[in-house]
C-alpha cells in the first residue's frame, strides 16, 4: 500500500524539556569555533594553543545513541537512513552478537576490532563477513565490535550511532550483548513496526533497560504499509503498551518510513525524505544532544574562551590604564602587586601538595577494589564453571575443555564489564570530587589574585568557571586467550592424554586446570583494569595540575607584561601613545563584541 501523505506531516508533539531549545549543537558549535578564530590571532602562542585545545574537545564530543528494537524491525535500513546510503548489510538471518558503532570520519573506512585486541581495516563491502550469523557463524572469528568511519552529517554533529544485535532472536547471547552495551549509552532509538507493533519480548526488554538509559526515542517504523486511519490506531496500542509496561505518561512516538527515507536519500529526492517522517525525529534527537548532553561541552567550551577573552580584555584595559596613570601612582601599584603575588603563590603550592595526597589515596581505591573482586569473584566464577562441567561431562574430553574454556572467556567478559562500569562510574565521581575541590581552589586563587589587581587598577572584572573531567581516553581491552606457542607440546600432549586417559582421570585434569587457569587470568586482567585506572586517573590529574599551574603564571604574567607596555609606551612620542591607544581601544570594541556573542550564545543554549 503507498504511504498516506496525510502520514508523512502530521506533526509530533516536542518533549516539554526540549521545548525552547532553540540552537542545535552543530550551530552552537560553529559559532564558538568562529570565536576561537577571531581570538586566536589576537593572544599568545600558549593560549593559542590552549583554544587549539578547547576546539579539538569541542569537535570531537562524543554521543553515543544505540539503535535497538527487535529483529526484522528495520534497524538496518533506518541506520542506513540516517547515513544516507545502503553500508550496513540488511540480513536475512538475525546477526551474531557484534556490536557495529558509525561515527564521523572525512573518509569512509571500516575497522574490525578483535577479542584480542587486533585490528583490521577492511572494505565497506566486506563488512557482512564480520557481522552476520551466515558469514561468522557464532562468532567464530572472533570479532569484538566492528567500527566505522563515515562523512555523514548527522555523525559530524558529534553522534556515535551503535548498531546493537536484536533482542529477542533467535540467537540468546544476541540480547546479552545488547544487555552489555547499554551502559554506555546516551540515549537509545527504539523501533517498533505496524506488524506487530509490540511484543511481550520488546516489553520486558524496555522493563530493564528503560531506568538506565537516559532517553529512549520511539519509532514507528514501516508506516507506508498502512493508511492513515490504521496508523492512528496502531501508534494508540503501542502508546497504551508502553504508558502501562514503563508507568509513564508522556511518551513521544516518531512514525516515519526509514524505506521510504533510505530510498529518499539515494535517489535524491528531497520530497521523499519529508515525506517519510524521518526529519522530525533528526530534528528531536539533535536538539537532545543540544539540551541534555552538548550543552555540558558547549557551556565548558564557551567559558574557557570566555575566561581567556576576559582575561585579554582585562589586560587591553589595564595597559590603557597604566599608560594614563600618574608615574609615582602606577610604582606604587607595581609594588603592592608583586607582594600579593607572592602570597598567592604559596597558597597555590599548598593546594597542590594536598592535591597529590588525595590522588594517591584514590589509586589505593582502586587497588582496593581490584583485590576485593578477585578475592569475591574467583569462587563464584569457578562454581559456575563446575556446573557447566557436571551438565556437560557426558561429552568428550576435548570437546568439554574447549566448552569449558569458552564459558570461562564469556562470564569473565560479563563479570570485567559490568565491574569496569561500577568502577569507572565510582572513580569518575571520586575523581570530579577531588578534581572540583582542587580547581575551584585554585581558581579562588587565581580569582583572587585578578579581583585585587583589578581593585588595584581600577579596572572592572568579570569571571568564567570552567568545568574539570576525568580524561574518558582508554585503551583497557581484556586479555582472554593463552600466549600462542611455537611448538605447543603443552597442548599436544594434552590431546594424547585427553585421548587415551580414562574419563575420570581427565576430568581430575580438567578441574586442575580451571583451579589454575581461573586465578591467572582473572590477576591478569585486574592488572589491566587497574593499569588502565591510574593511567587515566593519573594522566587527568597531570593535566588538571599543568593547567592551573600554567592560569596562575599566566594571570601574573599578562597583568606584569602590561604594566611593561604602559611604562614602555611613556617613553615615546604623544603622537605614538594616542595611536597605540586608538588600537587599544579597536581591540577591546572586537573584544567585548566575542564576549557579548557567546554570553547570548550560552543564555540561548540555556533557554
Given at each position: 500500500m503507498q504511504p498516506q501523505t496525510t502520514v508523512a506531516k502530521k506533526k509530533k508533539p516536542i518533549p516539554p524539556n526540549l521545548r525552547g531549545c532553540v540552537m542545535h549543537f552543530g550551530v552552537a558549535q560553529e559559532k564558538i569555533t568562529?570565536?576561537?578564530?577571531?581570538?586566536?590571532?589576537?593572544?599568545?602562542?600558549?593560549?593559542?594553543e590552549m583554544l587549539s585545545e578547547v576546539e579539538r574537545k569541542l569537535k570531537e564530543n562524543k554521543f553515543n545513541l544505540v539503535v535497538l528494537g527487535q529483529f526484522k524491525r528495520g534497524k538496518t535500513t533506518f541506520i542506513n537512513a540516517l547515513l544516507g546510503e545502503k553500508l550496513l548489510p540488511s540480513a536475512i538471518l538475525p546477526l551474531t552478537s557484534i556490536v557495529t558503532t558509525l561515527e564521523?570520519?572525512?573518509?569512509?573506512e571500516v575497522e574490525v576490532h578483535f577479542l584480542n585486541g587486533q585490528v583490521k581495516k577492511i572494505e565497506p563491502q566486506n563488512i557482512r563477513l564480520y557481522v552476520t550469523e551466515k558469514e561468522n557463524p557464532k562468532n567464530e572469528k572472533g570479532v569484538k565490535y566492528v567500527r566505522v568511519l563515515h562523512p555523514a552529517s548527522i555523525l559530524k554533529k558529534g553522534i556515535i550511532l551503535v548498531d546493537t544485535p536484536g533482542v529477542g532472536s533467535l540467537y540468546e547471547n544476541n540480547t546479552d550483548v545488547t544487555y552489555g552495551f547499554l551502559p554506555r549509552v546516551d540515549a537509545g532509538v527504539f523501533l517498533l513496526t505496524v506488524d506487530p507493533p509490540l511484543s511481550k519480548e520488546e516489553i520486558a526488554f524496555l522493563k530493564d533497560v528503560y531506568p538506565h538509559v537516559e532517553r529512549i526515542f520511539f519509532v514507528?517504523?514501516?508506516?507506508?504499509?498502512?493508511?492513515?486511519?490504521d496508523l492512528q490506531e496502531v501508534m494508540d496500542f503501542a502508546l497504551g503498551n508502553l504508558?502501562?509496561?514503563?508507568?509513564?505518561?508522556?511518551?513521544?512516538?516518531?512514525?516515519?518510513?526509514?524505506k521510504m527515507a533510505l530510498e529518499g536519500r539515494t535517489d535524491g529526492d528531497e520530497g521523499k525524505v519529508v515525506k517519510s517522517g524521518i526529519a522530525d525525529l533528526e530534528e528531536a534527537?539533535?536538539?537532545?544532544?543540544?539540551?541534555?548532553?552538548?550543552s555540558i561541552v558547549l557551556r565548558s567550551s564557551a567559558n574557557k574562551v570566555l575566561s581567556l577573552l576576559s582575561t585579554s580584555l582585562f589586560q587591553v584595559e589595564l595597559e590603557i590604564k597604566a599608560a594614563t596613570t600618574p608615574l609615582e601612582e602606577l610604582e606604587e601599584k607595581i609594588e603592592r602587586f608583586r607582594v600579593i603575588k607572592e602570597e598567592i603563590s604559596q597558597e597555590r603550592r599548598d593546594s597542590e601538595f594536598l592535591f597529590k595526597g588525595e590522588i594517591d589515596s584514590l589509586i589505593k581505591i582502586?587497588?582496593?577494589?581490584?583485590?576485593?573482586?578477585?578475592?569475591?569473584?574467583?569462587?563464584?566464577?569457578?562454581?559456575?564453571?563446575l556446573e557447566t562441567f557436571q551438565e556437560n561431562k557426558h561429552r568428550g574430553s576435548l570437546e568439554l575443555s574447549k566448552l569449558l574454556d569458552q564459558a570461562m572467556k564469556e562470564i569473565l567478559v560479563r563479570e570485567f564489564d559490568q565491574m569496569v562500569i561500577q568502577e569507572n562510574e565510582k572513580v569518575n565521581a571520586e575523581y570530579s570530587r577531588i578534581a572540583r575541590r582542587f580547581a575551584d581552589k585554585v581558581n579562588d586563587i587565581i580569582d583572587r589574585l585578578m579581583v585585587l589587581a583589578a581593585e588595584l587598577f581600577e579596572i572592572p572584572l568579570e569571571?568564567?568557571?570552567v568545568e574539570e573531567t576525568i580524561t574518558e581516553e582508554s585503551s583497557l581491552w581484556y586479555k582472554l586467550e593463552d600466549r600462542p606457542k611455537l611448538l605447543d607440546l603443552e597442548g599436544a600432549g594434552k590431546f594424547i592424554s585427553y585421548s587415551i586417559l580414562p574419563s575420570a582421570v581427565v576430568h581430575k585434569m580438567i578441574k586442575a586446570e580451571l583451579q589454575k587457569k581461573l586465578p591467572e587470568k582473572v590477576d591478569m586482567n585486574c592488572g589491566r583494569v587497574r593499569s588502565d585506572f591510574v593511567d587515566r586517573i593519573t594522566k587527568s590529574a597531570i593535566e588538571l595540575r599543568w593547567g592551573m599551574e600554567q592560569k596562575m603564571n599566566q594571570t601574573v604574567a599578562f597583568v606584569e607584561e602590561a604594566v611593561q607596555k604602559a611604562m614602555n609606551l611613556r617613553e615615546k612620542s604623544q603622537e605614538e601613545v594616542e595611536a597605540t591607544l586608538k588600537e587599544l581601544g579597536k581591540k577591546k570594541a572586537l573584544l567585548e563584541g566575542i564576549k557579548e556573542q557567546l554570553k547570548s550564545l550560552l543564555e540561548e543554549a540555556a533557554a
Open positions: 568562529q570565536a576561537i578564530a577571531t581570538l586566536a590571532p589576537m593572544v599568545k602562542e600558549q593560549d593559542r564521523y570520519g572525512p573518509q569512509m514507528l517504523n514501516k508506516v507506508d504499509y498502512v493508511d492513515s486511519d504508558k502501562e509496561a514503563l508507568g509513564s505518561n508522556h511518551i513521544p512516538i516518531y512514525p516515519l518510513s526509514a534527537l539533535e536538539n537532545f544532544l543540544l539540551k541534555e548532553k552538548g582502586v587497588n582496593m577494589d581490584m583485590e576485593r573482586f578477585q578475592t569475591q569473584k574467583i569462587p563464584k566464577i569457578y562454581t559456575r564453571l569571571r568564567f568557571q
